[in-house]
């Protein structure tokens, strides 16, 4: 019995430091930032740092009051009847961030109570069953969420097929005979022409000229919508292969910290979760 006890302890405690270690890190996110980068939108909907924190709050005090039946005696205007949708993502003007911050710690007291009070089996199943967590407006992850490379169609279709191959034949040594032999037979028959007529004015009259601009801008305006089709999914198949590798070495560090609670390790999980979908809120605004 005394070692049952010794073990819920230890997995309390595990619980606890994991917990502390990413609420730390998303406060840290905010450290040295201006109000404009806190609240700079990151996503379609709106989504910004702050609001990040907004919604990490109202997440835990969900997760550890109602879930668990236990009251808090906290109402959250965005997760009421008719708000907003998306509310809780973001910062409205007049929340300010020493009000968040101030809100989101003391979630922390609540949550912290929570798993003090209950025997660790109760908070094991409700984490692994999901308890009954209140319907909630989709976030963005869950509407545009990521997706990882087993998640991916397996299903090409003609065109993909076909500009693939033609990106394929295009950096060839045959397609760059082939142009070459066009511009080849475009300067044999504008020689055949000045021989003939005995002036070189007759091969540079606009309909000599006609010729190689419009074959050259036909094939030119083919070949861009091809291989950029082709690009794109080699960007994306790669970009799927990088989300694939640090959402598993971010699992891992978030593995190995929980076991040994390292801030550092905490902060480069989080950022390699982080980095996972990057692509879709990078902007090429001035970002720091």
């Not at 070459?180 to 000599?208: D, H, P, R």
């Not at 593995?255 to 390699?272: H, W």
Request: aromatic share 8%; hydrophobic share 40%.
């Amino acid at each position: 019995m005394a070692t049952s006890g010794r073990r819920a302890a230890g997995g309390k405690a595990d619980l606890h430091d994991y917990l502390q270690g990413a609420r730390e890190t998303l406060l840290w996110k905010l450290d040295g930032l201006g109000e404009y980068d806190i609240r700079r939108p990151l996503t379609p909907t709106g989504t910004n740092l702050l609001g990040l924190v907004k919604h990490s709050a109202g997440t835990q005090l969900r997760y550890f009051g109602a879930v668990f039946d236990r009251p808090h005696g906290m109402s959250l205007p965005w997760q009421a009847d008719g708000a907003e949708l998306n509310a809780e993502f973001w910062a409205a003007p007049d929340e300010t961030r020493h009000d968040i911050v101030a809100l989101y710690r003391r979630t922390w007291e609540i949550a912290d109570a929570t798993i003090a009070d209950l025997p660790l089996d109760r908070l094991a199943s409700a984490t692994v069953h999901g308890g009954a967590m209140p319907d909630t407006a989709m976030s963005d992850s869950q509407s545009d969420r990521v997706l990882m490379p087993t998640e991916v169609s397996s299903r090409v279709g003609f065109f993909d097929r076909f500009a693939g191959g033609a990106a394929h034949l295009s950096s060839r040594a045959p397609f760059f005979a082939f142009c070459l032999m066009l511009v080849i037979l475009w300067l044999v028959q504008g020689l055949v022409t000045v021989l003939a007529k005995g002036n070189l004015s007759s091969f540079l009259n606009g309909q000599y000229q006609l010729e190689i601009n419009t074959t050259t801008t036909i094939i030119t305006f083919l070949m861009v919508a091809l291989l950029q089709n082709s690009q794109t999914r080699n960007d994306q198949a790669t970009q799927h292969k990088l989300n694939a590798v640090a959402d598993s070495l971010a699992d891992l560090m978030e593995s190995l910290s929980s076991r040994s609670p390292e801030p550092q390790l905490t902060k480069d999980a989080a950022e390699l979760k982080a980095a996972v979908g990057l692509e879709d809120r990078e902007s090429t605004n001035k970002s720091d």
